[in-house]
């Protein structure tokens, strides 16, 4: 896995993964797995409900995204734990054939209190689709591997 270490990113550092197209037989096999609702399942349904057509599920935006993220140029050395997700919005349903991109923002780096071999990061995810429309945003905490111990 990846070679980045708290050390090496700052606030504003930016990192942009590559394209991914939405299938519609990814949207329906996510749904019956994870989020069995009709308009998630059901092109004929879905023409009748609120997305006036098949439209992922958040679930499933959120999957691809965390995919996006861990495949792309932002890889840290021994991976990143999630410590927390706030702000989590789907503005605009995902569709099939959709073709997605994930841009990360680094906002916060600050060394970890508890663990002295690691640190703390605050992102900024934007996933956008081919119009350039936000599919979903959120912002999170995750704690990486520093290069060297914190000694505080």
């Given amino acids: 896995m990846g070679g980045l270490y708290l050390e090496d990113v700052k606030p504003g550092d930016r990192f942009r993964s590559d394209a991914y197209v939405v299938t519609e037989t990814a949207i329906i096999d996510f749904a019956q797995q994870f989020d069995p609702q009709p308009f998630h399942l059901d092109c004929d349904v879905a023409e009748r409900s609120v997305f006036e057509g098949l439209a992922a599920s958040g679930w499933h935006t959120a999957a691809i995204a965390m995919r996006l993220m861990?495949?792309?140029?932002?890889?840290?050395?021994?991976?990143?734990?999630?410590?927390?997700?706030?702000?989590?919005?789907?503005?605009?349903?995902l569709r099939p054939g959709d073709t997605v991109q994930l841009v990360?923002?680094?906002?916060?780096?600050?060394?970890s209190r508890s663990k002295p071999r690691h640190g703390?990061?605050?992102?900024?995810?934007?996933?956008?689709?081919?119009?350039?429309?936000?599919?979903?945003?959120?912002?999170?905490n995750a704690m990486?591997?520093?290069r060297q111990v914190n000694e505080s």
């Fill in 70 to 93: 861990m495949t792309g140029p932002m890889q840290f050395v021994g991976g990143a734990i999630g410590l927390g997700v706030d702000e989590l919005r789907w503005p605009v349903a």
């Fill in 120 to 140: 703390i990061i605050r992102i900024s995810n934007l996933m956008r689709n081919q119009h350039g429309e936000v599919v979903l945003s959120y912002r999170a």
């Fill in 144 to 146: 990486v591997q520093a």
């Fill in 104 to 111: 990360t923002e680094i906002s916060e780096v600050r060394a």
